[in-house]
């Protein structure tokens, strides 16, 4: 199916535990980004990426690890989780014109750190 | 550096009434506006957004908002909820040298019969 995916859906961790959330998207979109929404606080940008290859970070990303060896997919690692990193992550696309465009969100992972 | 407030936290309407969002900007150069959508555990949705020319921009679902660049607000409105409006709104701002979204906190909007 085309569009962007995120698994899983929905995860439990134990603090301290490395966790990996996925994304995948079918459109070609040179950027992508990692967003975790917090009560309160909105959406707020861990990291994002201009083309494969091409990281950067964005307002919160201690704590927090990205890579991008393809195009289509740019997963999110917690590398030690912690209770504070329980939040609902979005991962989103959109294509590159030089400046913001349309964004593409996924339906979101639900990330519980016990 | 860029930011969004959206004043209201949760604003309760009747269905068949009036709703307007507020959304407050921050942006140093020629701001690209948007506002999202998300209903109960689903991603975000464009519901419209605005990069230049007419400042009254109509979206999906009946919405439309106004740009003031004077006042630095990109307000969102519909002249007749529906139950389905309920739901989770955000705005966001971007720029024409910037890729990134920044997003308000949100605005849950609760419509009653």
């Known amino acids: 199916d085309a569009g962007i995916t995120q698994s899983p859906r929905y995860k439990i961790t134990e603090t301290g535990r490395q966790v990996t959330l996925m994304c995948h998207q079918t459109?070609?979109?040179?950027?992508m980004f990692w967003y975790r929404q917090d009560l309160g606080h909105g959406l707020r940008l861990i990291y994002y990426?201009?083309?494969?290859?091409?990281?950067d970070k964005g307002e919160v990303p201690d704590g927090y690890v990205v890579s991008r060896s393809k195009t289509e997919n740019f997963p999110l690692t917690l590398e030690s989780a912690t209770r504070s990193q329980t939040s609902v992550y979005f991962c989103?696309?959109?294509?590159?014109?030089?400046?913001?465009?349309?964004?593409?969100f996924g339906q979101g992972t639900r990330l519980t750190v016990v | 550096a860029q930011s969004v407030t959206q004043p209201d936290i949760h604003i309760t309407v009747s269905e068949g009434a009036s709703l307007e969002l507020r959304c407050n900007y921050s942006?140093?150069?020629?701001?690209?506006l948007f506002w999202y959508v998300q209903s109960p555990g689903q991603g975000l949705q464009l519901l419209l957004k605005?990069?230049?020319?007419?400042?009254l921009v109509q979206g999906i679902k009946g919405f439309e908002a106004e740009f003031k660049r004077s006042q630095s607000s990109f307000n969102l409105r519909k002249p007749s909820v529906h139950w389905s409006d309920a739901a989770e709104y955000f705005c966001?701002?971007?720029?024409?040298?910037?890729?990134?979204?920044?997003f308000g906190a949100g605005t849950t909007v609760t419509v009653r019969a």
């Open positions: 989103a696309s959109s294509e590159s014109q030089g400046y913001v465009t349309e964004a593409f």
């Open positions: 459109w070609s979109h040179s950027y």
């Open positions: 990426s201009a083309a494969a290859d091409i990281t």
């Open positions: 942006y140093g150069a020629t701001p690209y």
């Open positions: 605005y990069f230049s020319g007419d400042t």
């Open positions: 966001a701002v971007g720029g024409s040298n910037d890729y990134k979204l920044s």
